[in-house]
Every structure is written in C-alpha cells, then in structure tokens.
C-alpha cells in the first residue's frame, strides 16, 4: 500500500501561484509514475499531469502547459505541482496519485482561484 498526503491548496487570487506537495509514503519501491488530477464541482476528475520515476512528464489538460509545472523528488518520495497565472477555472480539489501499477489516491487539497 502507498499512502499520499497533499498539501498546498488555498485561496488565491486570479494571475496568483500556488505550488502542491504530495508526499508518498508505504511501500515506496513499487511507484512508478506520480502525478496529479483534479476535480471541478459538477464535473468529472480529470489528469492534469504525470511524471514517471524517470522524470517523464505528460500535461494532459493543454490549459494547463506553460502555466503548471510538475517535478518530483524521488528521494523526498515528493511531487509537487507549481501552478502560475492561475484562472478562475482552475478551481478545484486537486488529487495526487500514483501507480504501483495499482491507481493510489490522496485525499485532495481545494483550490479556489477567484476573480
């Protein structure tokens, strides 16, 4: 089993940053890509990125690229995501996982973006 905790979320204002941590912990060896998804009220979870053990990363939402930036610490068991110039759409519960192949999940941390 992989436990993740998040951390980071809050209220911020439109064009502000905030950056998530997820940290990872349980047994560690079997994780291989790490990442994050979220979830807007009334609407579906969705990737927003990922990042395997070698440092690969996919931005799934392209309304995120160029704004958001994932990076991991495997020493740390950490990933995090840095998000720029954040939109009011950016609202969500924003949800680490990572696979073991087996989809391991957080329990999500709230961002609220206003305008």
């Known amino acids: 089993q992989v436990q993740l905790v998040e951390s980071g979320g809050g209220l911020v204002q439109a064009g502000g940053s905030l950056t998530l941590s997820c940290a990872a912990s349980?047994?560690?060896?079997?994780?291989?890509?790490m990442g994050w998804y979220r979830q807007a009220p009334g609407k579906q979870r969705e990737l927003v990125a990922s990042?395997?053990?070698?440092?690969?990363?996919?931005y799934a939402d392209s309304s995120v690229k160029g704004r958001f930036t994932i990076s991991r610490d495997n020493t740390k068991n950490m990933v995090y995501l840095q998000m720029n110039s954040l939109k009011p759409e950016d609202t969500a519960v924003y949800y680490c996982?990572?696979?073991?192949?087996?989809?391991?999940w957080g329990h999500g941390t709230q961002v609220i973006v206003s305008s």
């Open positions: 996982f990572a696979n073991t192949p087996n989809k391991n």
């Open positions: 349980g047994i560690i060896f079997s994780i291989n890509a």
């Open positions: 990042i395997t053990s070698g440092g690969t990363t996919i």
